[in-house]
């Protein structure tokens, strides 16, 4: 066999191995779904804090994380930007839990952005991870590629399944503080 069946093969075992319900996928999933109730929970603090209203939403479904999150943050440091005020006390704590809720969101870009596999190590390939640590690969290892912006080569690390419940459980602190803030914000428009 050549180069190109040995790797063919190898993707098919990896296809195989990860093919029926596994732990992996299970937390990626969640990963996933607790992304999109932070979103959700975004959508409303920038419709919230810019005074804009419910009539709005329509405007910020489909916005970028990243466009929503700008504009959060500069309604809550910049008061002067809204169209109506509430409780300005509370933009301390909902400043706080907008900059956690970014940090999680980019851990939750790396999972969802990221090929995940059974290191090939454990199929007759290499690694150099695995190497490293004499072949080793703990039960829950996986072997995640992901090619970062602006270079032309892929980043190749190990995680664990541990690891992405650990982004589950911050997804879910992150959104009851950022509902909380925007609570003592306007308790009456938090749906």
Same mark, same amino acid.
């Given at each position: 066999? %050549?180069?190109?069946?040995?790797?063919?093969?190898?993707?098919?075992?990896?296809?195989?191995?990860?093919?029926?319900?596994?732990?992996?996928?299970?937390?990626?999933?969640?990963?996933?779904?607790?992304?999109?109730?932070?979103?959700?929970?975004?959508?409303?603090?920038?419709?919230?804090?810019?005074?804009?209203?419910?009539?709005?939403?329509?405007?910020?479904?489909?916005?970028?994380?990243?466009?929503?999150?700008?504009?959060?943050?500069? =309604?809550?440091?910049?008061?002067? =930007?809204?169209?109506?005020?509430?409780?300005?006390?509370?933009?301390?704590?909902?400043?706080?839990?907008?900059?956690?809720?970014?940090?999680?969101?980019?851990?939750?870009?790396?999972?969802?952005?990221?090929?995940?596999?059974?290191?090939?190590?454990?199929?007759?390939?290499?690694?150099?991870?695995?190497?490293?640590? %004499?072949?080793?690969?703990?039960? %829950?290892? =996986?072997?995640?590629?992901?090619?970062?912006? %602006?270079?032309?080569?892929?980043?190749?690390?190990?995680?664990?399944?541990?690891?992405?419940?650990?982004?589950?459980?911050?997804?879910?602190?992150?959104?009851?503080?950022?509902?909380?803030?925007?609570?003592?914000?306007?308790?009456?428009?938090?749906?």
């Amino acid at each position: 066999m %050549g180069d190109g069946s040995a790797k063919r093969k190898s993707d098919i075992e990896i296809s195989m191995i990860l093919a029926g319900p596994n732990d992996l996928d299970d937390a990626i999933g969640k990963v996933v779904r607790q992304g999109g109730l932070l979103e959700e929970v975004m959508r409303e603090c920038v419709a919230l804090l810019g005074g804009l209203g419910n009539d709005v939403d329509v405007l910020l479904m489909g916005q970028p994380w990243d466009w929503m999150y700008r504009m959060a943050v500069r =309604f809550q440091q910049e008061p002067v =930007f809204a169209t109506r005020r509430c409780n300005d006390r509370a933009l301390p704590a909902i400043g706080e839990a907008l900059s956690e809720a970014d940090r999680v969101w980019k851990k939750r870009n790396l999972v969802v952005h990221s090929a995940w596999a059974v290191c090939p190590s454990l199929l007759g390939g290499s690694c150099e991870i695995s190497a490293s640590r %004499g072949g080793k690969v703990a039960e %829950g290892e =996986f072997h995640v590629e992901w090619s970062r912006r %602006g270079r032309s080569s892929r980043s190749v690390d190990h995680r664990h399944v541990w690891e992405l419940e650990e982004i589950i459980l911050e997804f879910e602190t992150v959104r009851c503080n950022l509902v909380e803030g925007l609570r003592e914000f306007t308790p009456d428009q938090v749906r």
